[in-house]
């Protein structure tokens, strides 16, 4: 286990934040550590499966960055476990461009992945983009119990409940994750309006880069494989628009396509 701890945080770093990296290869975890470190966060590095889940639960990190490849248990396993201990922001780091794999990412609770090799400029902005989001849901959270909160908002057969987090499709309750959530959110917020993949990334991950925008597409094709593949339709070349059941029973074109 290699724990590295950071001096002084500049300016732009949120104090107190704590990274778990999760990664068996030690030149890629030295690397990411002394990348993190500079940001001025604490970072500890475990490269077996098993001891991540420990140090996850002995550390309480802010944000895990897990690779999928590990000894012992794989990084899904771990993801699950974390997970179900306590709810994290996990980004996974994946040696396969295979999006078969990183549906299966999203789907034990991964927030967000990349494909090595990666960018070291990247992966910052993708953990900072990640560490906003938990702390805008944080805030909203602390809103919502101290007003009066918003009424669930039926758009034809989906029910989204912003308060609790919870979706329901045709009276049955849809378990999302907290960005498959938030994506929802964005789309539903303006029924059959096509929204370009860069404006998703922006107001659901908080950072603009053409090469997330693949991101974008995973998280749709998971959220239909939740919801039904009628529901959001894609506008190739362009990006996806919510499309409520009720209005007129098509599945739209190209539901599968990125």
Known sequence: MMTTNGAKAPSSARPGTTVLVVEDEPAIAQAIARRFTAEGWAVEAVGEGLAAVSAAAALQPDVVVLDVMLPGIDGLEVCRRIQADRPVPVLMLTARDDETDMLIGLGVGADDYMTKPFSMRELVARTKALLRRTERAARAAEIAQASQPDPPVAIGDVVIDRAQRRVQRAGA??????????????????????LTRERLLAEVWDWVDA?????????????????GPDLIRTVHGVGYAFEPAAADGAAGDGQDGA
């Open 211 to 227: 090469s997330g925008t693949r991101t974008v597409d995973s998280h749709v094709k998971a959220l239909r494989r939740k919801l």
């Open 173 to 194: 309750e849809v378990h999302l994750t907290p960005t498959e959530f938030d994506l929802l959110l964005a789309l539903a917020a303006t029924p059959r309006t096509v």
